[in-house]
Structure formats: structure tokens, C-alpha cells
């Protein structure tokens, strides 16, 4: 009774697994790039490891109940069995080179650009993404750590004419459909993966390393681009959009941006509503550094909780904070309360949000400034923040 209990339970198990996966609720979104092969290869170990399900499963349960515990049964003694031995180790290894060769092909050619491929680089950190593209003379500028700042994310050193060129982008990545692009990636800070579900483009952004990839975007739309590497609080917020243009309006795109629009791009607008508000050029200013220092990752501008506190309405408010020494205090969030919250997050903790700002002690005093009179510029008729 109990060897048919258990090995209905296999059975069972097995039929769920294989039903589930039969009616695919979990289905990748529609290919947009030349990577078909890697659907193909997800079939593959998606058929050999499914075959090797049911029947490991299946012998188990069978054999489950084929010899289930009886008073007079006796074990045989069987100490090798080597024709058995030797058709097993075949089929495994017949599996396994199923499953690897495939993967060793498309890789090689995976990581190995066509020369005439389009340069563009991604940079990943907490918790964006940035993208770099070689400007008219096709070649993408030397970076080095040590030329890092919030005027040059991306590290370029200024001395290589090569770089003078570039083309830097904030808001999403711009490609051409139908033209091979090389994306060469690197991580300022932690682990980052560059994954693209549409394209089935997926490489680690590892700090110290460029690691590079290539495809052919297929599809014109705008894709989502995800980190596929748990990276920290903010991990599951950076998300960029990549926009997959026709090639002229690429060109025009690119044309446009090299013919001297001031790098970083901004994004379009909802700037309506928002400059008639307070259309200062400082808070215009504010704005692009809490793009650039990734302040984003945390705070909103809409009234929607984040990690972080909302910054609308939050000038003039009253706020809950917690003290060093555990105490609460209610503070008005005024100016010096905002400089406070960026330079020594941990003074006053908004209460109900968790100390992990980490402190912006690099600010220069006009960033501090204009980060500041950005937040005011969000508004805050002094109720309760
Ligand atoms: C890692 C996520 C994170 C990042 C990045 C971040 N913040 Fe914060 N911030 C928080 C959290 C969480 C709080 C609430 C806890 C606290 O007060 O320290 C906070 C609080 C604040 C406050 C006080 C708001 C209030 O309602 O009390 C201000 C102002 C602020 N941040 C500004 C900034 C600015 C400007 C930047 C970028 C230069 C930035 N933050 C980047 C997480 C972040
Ligand atoms: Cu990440």
C-alpha cells in the first residue's frame, strides 16, 4: 500500500512537471534578433532533460513498487553488471554531448562579432544603465577609472582623439534593425548581467573586465534591457529601454547627436507640465545629476513609494525621523534638512524606510545646490510627508 502510494506520487510529480511545461505559462517573449539558434538550443536541453525526467522517474516509481518491501523477498546480490555499467555511461555520455556541443558552436560565434558590426558599449552600475556608441570614426574612445566623475560616467580619457567623438546616452540604446551591433560591456561598481529577453542576449558585466556580445536586432520596438545579476536594493529597478529604429532614422539619430547636442541625451518629455512648474535651469541641472548619480534607482518624482522616499511634495513637509540614538523627532523638511538627507543620510532616517542611502560626501557645493532646488521644484504644501 505504501509502495503504491509512493510511487503514484513519482507518477503524479512527473505529470505535473511535464503538463506544466506542455502548456508553457513561462514562454520567452517573441525573438526580435538573429539568436533564433539559442531558442533552438533551449528546445535541446529542454527535450534531453525532459526525456531523462520521465525516465529516471518513471523507473523509479516502477521499480518503487516492483519491489516493494514483502516478508519473503530476498535481495539478490549483484556486485557489477558490466554491460548494464557500460550502456549507461553511453547514454549519459551521448546526453551530455547533446546538450554541450550545441552550446560550444553558439557560443564561439556568440562572443565573435562580424568586422563591420556597429560599436557600442554598455555600462552597467547602481542601478542603470549607460550606453556609448564609437562616433564617425567607428572606434570607441580609451576609459580608465581614474578619469571617473559625474561630467564623465563613463570614465573617457580625455587626451585619446578617439574619444572625442563618442556619443553618450542616458535614457535608452538606440539601434539600427537589421544591422550588426557589438556590445562590449563593463561594470563600474558591482556584478551587473546585460540581458535583453527579446534579443536572447544575456553577458555578465564584470568589474575590471570588458566582455562583449553581438547580434542583429530584427524587430523595430522598444525592448526592455534588465540586469540579470541580483545587484543590490535597487537590482530590480534598472531597467532601460532599448529602441530598435529603422536604420536611416538611426543615422539621423546618431548624426543629430554627433553634430554636437550636449552629452548626456535627456529623455523626451514629460517635460511639459513639469517646466511650467518651475522652469529654472538650476532645477533642470538638479534633475540630470539625480539621473547621472543614480538617485533614480531610489526615489521617485510621482508620489510613488520606492526604495526610498518619494521627493513630490516633500519640501516644506513635516517628516518622522529617526534619530542615531533611536529617538524620533518630527523635522520640516526644509533646505538644510534635504542637504542633510544627500551628505549624512543616517542623521535623520525617514522613519518607516530603511538606512541605506549610502552618503554623497563627493558632491561639489553647486551639485549639492542644484540637487536641491531640483527637489523643491517638486513641490510640498507642508502636510505630512
Ligand atoms: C540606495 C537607494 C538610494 C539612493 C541611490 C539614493 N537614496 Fe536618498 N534615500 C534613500 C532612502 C532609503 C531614504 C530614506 C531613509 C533615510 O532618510 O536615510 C532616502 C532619503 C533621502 C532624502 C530625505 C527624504 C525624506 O523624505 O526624508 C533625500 C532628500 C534624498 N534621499 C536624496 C537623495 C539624492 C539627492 C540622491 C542621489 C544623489 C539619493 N537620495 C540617492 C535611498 C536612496
Ligand atoms: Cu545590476
Not at 558599449?121 to 578619469?147: I, S
Not at 513639469?274 to 548619480?293: F, H, I, M, N, V
Not at 542633510?340 to 543620510?345: A, H, K, L, Q, R
Amino acid at each position: 500500500m505504501q509502495a503504491l502510494a509512493l510511487s503514484a506520487a513519482i507518477l503524479l510529480i512527473v505529470a505535473i512537471g511535464v503538463g506544466i511545461t506542455a502548456v508553457g505559462p513561462w514562454q520567452l517573449p517573441p525573438l526580435a534578433s538573429n539568436w533564433g539558434l539559442i531558442d533552438t538550443m533551449i528546445r535541446i536541453t529542454l527535450i534531453v532533460t525532459g526525456v531523462a525526467f520521465v525516465a529516471v522517474n518513471g523507473a523509479l516509481a516502477y521499480f518503487a513498487f516492483k519491489y516493494r518491501g514483502r516478508p519473503e523477498a530476498r535481495a539478490a546480490f549483484i556486485p557489477d553488471h558490466p554491460k548494464l555499467e557500460k550502456a549507461l555511461i553511453a547514454i549519459t555520455v551521448l546526453g551530455i554531448v547533446v546538450l554541450l556541443a550545441p552550446g560550444l558552436f553558439t557560443y564561439s560565434s556568440y562572443i565573435r562579432s562580424p568586422r563591420e558590426a556597429l560599436s557600442v558599449e554598455v555600462l552597467g552600475e547602481q542601478w542603470r544603465w549607460l550606453f556609448r556608441y564609437a562616433g564617425p570614426d567607428g572606434e570607441l574612445g580609451r576609459a580608465a577609472p581614474e578619469f571617473l566623475s559625474a561630467a564623465n560616467p563613463f570614465g573617457l580619457d580625455p587626451t585619446d582623439p578617439k574619444g572625442q567623438d563618442d556619443v553618450i546616452a542616458l535614457d535608452a540604446l538606440r539601434l539600427p534593425k537589421g544591422r550588426p551591433v557589438r556590445v562590449q560591456i563593463r561594470a563600474k561598481d558591482v556584478l551587473h548581467s546585460f540581458y535583453v529577453p527579446h534579443f536572447r542576449v544575456k553577458m555578465d558585466a564584470v568589474p575590471g573586465l570588458v566582455t562583449q556580445l553581438w547580434f542583429t536586432p530584427t524587430e523595430t520596438g522598444t525592448f526592455p534591457i534588465v540586469c540579470a545579476e541580483l545587484c543590490g536594493v535597487g537590482h530590480y529597478n534598472m531597467i532601460s529601454p532599448v529602441i530598435v529604429m529603422e536604420p536611416e532614422e538611426f543615422d539621423a539619430w546618431l548624426q543629430a547627436q554627433v553634430a554636437g547636442t550636449p552629452a548626456p541625451t535627456q529623455p523626451e518629455p514629460p517635460k511639459a507640465e513639469e517646466e511650467e512648474a518651475r522652469p529654472t535651469d538650476l532645477a533642470e541641472w538638479g534633475k540630470q545629476l539625480a539621473q547621472s548619480y543614480g538617485c533614480l534607482a531610489c526615489h521617485t518624482t510621482d508620489g510613488s513609494k520606492s526604495v526610498g522616499p518619494t521627493w513630490q511634495g516633500l519640501y516644506g513637509a513635516e517628516v518622522d525621523v529617526v534619530l542615531p540614538d533611536g529617538s524620533t523627532q518630527t523635522v520640516v523638511a526644509d533646505e538644510a534638512y534635504i542637504r542633510e538627507s544627500i551628505v549624512d543620510p543616517n542623521a535623520k532616517v525617514h522613519k518607516g524606510y530603511p538606512p541605506i542611502m549610502p552618503p554623497y560626501t563627493q558632491l561639489s557645493e553647486d551639485e549639492l545646490n542644484a540637487l536641491v532646488e531640483y527637489i523643491k521644484s517638486l513641490g510640498g504644501n507642508g502636510g505630512k510627508h
